[in-house]
């Protein structure tokens, strides 16, 4: 087979990324031919983040150059896909021998191509804010153009697939297709738990410092579980320096606050026992994998794609604090039965692991080539 994957942005250094590059792992690993579309970006530094050296070396790389604003203030959703949409159709002008296309980035970057186009999908109603009301007729207007244009890509593609089952009713909800779940790559392989003996009596949380992961709730449990320590590992930004100050104005004295990279979490996530996800409605949620791989029992919110990765025999999910507060409660009354589920975490784990997403993606398309 020879497969073209499409991800004009390579840099952003974060899920889709992971699937783009495990995706070409598995093309080029299996005695496939590979080829990329993306902007340049510097390859060691993917490489390395993603624990995939040597990847991108067996890969056919057909860059074009980073994207600059051509007016800096105003329109830059509509500069960012006229651009990308002109660099791609250039390179396709002189690469159209491929089998299929597979794109993992969103479906606004999808090529127009009479190749068999598959598209991974993370969240596709990219505008229900503007949809539900939530902006005014000015920010309406201006999504009005992008909103006919994604929806346009739509048919351009043969077969979708989707991050969980959730993201699937959304796709048959928004744009009226039928979709395959294939759940993406978690690097479980840098959380592996050290063992029961580096456990402490900790619970975690791990995010970007942001309203909608809401923080909030998690200290609202802290508060009611006063006898257990409870952990923030997040980045602030600029624009929530205040949400972040509010916090830690909020915060009982058994919650501590680690502003470190998310990567930096991996031996804070090995010594918790617990790890709480508080966000609403997330696609999927990566980071309660990486903390089943370290050993944590997970506690997610009962809404979106984390249900699908906390199955009732791995953990619990809860649908309001004070059930939360109960389920941490309970863990930690009842040791043996923690020491089983972090066990029972671990192994579930391994079912999002990158192994496991390469031999499904090659599966799907060699299936979708026929």
Known sequence: MKILVVHPRLSVLGGAEQVAIHSLRAIVENGHQASLISERFDVATLENFLGCQGVLGKVDRLSFPVFNPFVRKGLLLYQQLYYFQRETRRILRDHRDFDLVLSTQDIGYVPSTNTRTIQYCYFPDYFAHVRDGQVSFWWNLYYSPARTYYHERV??????????????????????????????????????????????????????IVPEKRMHDFLEIASGSPSFRFAIIGAVDGKNLQYYKSLKKKASSNVSFILSPLRGAKDVLRRGKVYVHCARNEQFGIAIVEAMAAGCVPVVHESGGPPEIVTGDVGFTWKNTDEAISHIANLFAHDSLRVELSKRALNRAAQFGSDAFESKILETLKKSVG
């Open 155 to 208: 048919r351009h593609v043969n077969d979708f697939l989707s991050v969980s089952d959730y993201t699937g009713r959304f796709i048959r909800k928004v744009w009226g297709r039928e979709s395959t779940t294939l759940y993406p790559p978690c690097p479980i392989e840098q959380y592996r738990s050290s063992g029961e003996d580096k456990k402490e009596n900790l619970v975690i949380t791990i995010g970007r």
